[in-house]
């Protein structure tokens, strides 16, 4: 499986590098100056982020088999949600990583993730057999680790949208229940298009990970 993800951000990198190739050849005059115009540049500045974010999965991806501490399983789910478990309480360095089985998009957010771990962005630890997940390195809040994350995500398809809406099952969704929210204007609703990685901010994050329009649980 880890083969087939390479082979798929291989075949995306090299879709990005040829329009930005395209680009610059369209932008090319016959002394063979590029000139591009602001929207091109815009464009290929755009695409050039998203390769960089491809190539860096790539070396996250390579970094994380090549550990000899670590044992990373890559686990495709149903559904419209996956997160990472913890790991058994016996072996805190058998991580399984879980991602929404033919979203290739999601899978390279959930691989970054794994990658935190690697990293002890996200550290795992025991207290009387049960295991907790905490925030390392500093990290000021899971934010720190999602931002990165969903731009990951991004990278791969150059577009991300959805509903901001909180899932069925979650804190937040039975808290909208309770308090009347769910199935009103009052319940986030309303759909989201991200088009360029700046977009990807701390506010948009929480937007489409917490309750109620404008009101974010942080």
């Known amino acids: 499986m880890v083969n087939q993800t390479v082979t798929e951000i291989n075949s995306q990198l090299t879709s990005v590098n040829n329009q930005i190739s395209a680009i610059n050849s369209a932008a090319t005059d016959k002394n063979g100056n590029v000139k591009l115009t602001d ?84 550290a795992f630890s025991v207290t009387n057999g049960v295991v907790s997940c905490n925030i ?28 901001q809406t909180p899932a069925t099952g979650t804190t937040q969704a039975a808290m909208n229940t309770m308090g009347g929210f769910t199935g009103t204007t009052n319940q986030i609703n309303t759909s989201y298009i991200i088009t360029n990685h700046t977009q990807i901010t701390v506010t948009f994050v929480k937007s489409i990970s917490t309750g109620a329009i404008g009101k974010p649980l942080y």
């Open 136 to 163: 390392g390195n500093g990290l000021r809040s899971n934010m720190d680790l999602e931002v990165p994350a969903y731009q990951r995500q991004y990278s791969y398809g150059g577009l991300l949208t959805g509903w």
């Open 39 to 122: 929207a091109q540049q815009t464009t290929v500045d755009e695409l050039t982020y998203r390769a960089g974010e491809l190539n860096s999965s790539l070396t996250e991806i390579k970094t994380m088999g090549d550990d000899k501490d670590y044992t990373f399983s890559l686990s495709p789910q149903t559904g419209t949600y996956a997160e990472m478990p913890n790991p058994p309480s016996n072996d805190l360095k058998n991580i399984t990583i879980n991602f929404l089985n033919g979203d290739i998009g999601n899978k390279l957010h959930e691989i970054k993730h794994g990658y935190q771990v690697l990293k002890g962005d996200i």
